[in-house]
């Protein structure tokens, strides 16, 4: 009973995550959305805004560590979870280790720039000073079908702008 | 004569970069800088302030590219080069790739977090869609004394405290 009650927990924190990439699609953004959990209290949110502030750093994970500090008044982030809808990539995995976050769990799989567990295990690397347990998979249907069809809209939208040029001319 | 005038140029911006280190401890941060530099200006200054914000993304690298990007209105900085006085982590080594640098000097090695060379290779990896031109030990006796007399430093201060507080008892 009470394993069931953390598993709804789990999936409750990555629906929050999602309602967070929902934001980041709205503004054209590519769709992923983070919290932080410390305690049992989402310290920490953040989507995607790297086309909207020109700023590379404005991954969704960055956004919601960055406020999760803010939060404590610590970059020590020992006891946090962090949930995000996307395997995160190099810089985040950097940022998770470098804050020292206890719990990854995250959605979808990212072939291309993984750095959990596609291209790079770095979450899981004796040599370093910490390591990170990882959960993935956690509504990772969800979570990838909301970028394929993100990305199935915007290859819709490229055809139809590339079809009235052709119209015109 | 060309390539003399490269390498003092390559060594001025290290300086700037060593200037920002210095910066950082002033304000009792580990000290490292960094500088972005782009056709010939440096668009992006930054140094290590974790400790002062609290914030673990708060790297010189970090800092540096933010204000970089701000100045380009770009999150692309294809055409920039990054000095640093110590090998980025993993953390800034994902956001140089991010944000497709072309050019990374850094002074000092860090055989403990270094994910350009020490730990990882991750700025030379294929499977990426960006590589990064990477020169090590660009005045690198000199940033790597820097973080050696800020470490002593600490470490007596601490002996000294200790003493203090042992015949205090």
């Known amino acids: 009973m009470e394993k069931m009650e953390e598993e709804n927990l789990k999936k409750e924190y990555m629906r929050m995550a999602i309602e967070e990439a929902h934001q980041a ?10 919290v ?11 989507h995607n805004m790297r086309e909207r502030f020109q700023d590379v750093t404005y ?18 982030l020992e006891d946090c979870d962090l949930y995000v809808t996307l395997e995160p990539c190099i810089m985040c995995s950097g940022a998770i280790l470098n804050g020292r976050i206890k719990n990854l769990y995250y959605g979808a799989k990212d072939p291309k720039a993984g750095a959990v567990d596609s291209l790079y295990h770095l979450l899981n ?4 000073n910490h390591q990170v347990n ?19 809209a915007i290859r819709k939208q490229r055809k139809a702008a ?8």
Do not use: N
């Open 36 to 46: 932080v959990v410390h305690d049992g209290k989402v310290i920490g949110r953040g």
């Open 134 to 152: 990882v959960e993935s998979g956690l509504l990772g249907a969800e979570c990838g079908q909301m970028l394929s069809d993100f990305f199935q």
């Open 59 to 76: 991954h969704a994970e960055m956004l919601a560590i960055t406020e999760a500090c803010a939060y404590l008044h610590s970059w020590r």
């Open 125 to 128: 690397d004796s040599r370093l």
């Open 162 to 169: 590339h079809k009235k040029r052709r119209v015109k001319d």
């Open 25 to 34: 699609a709205l503004l054209d953004e590519v769709p992923i959305g983070a």
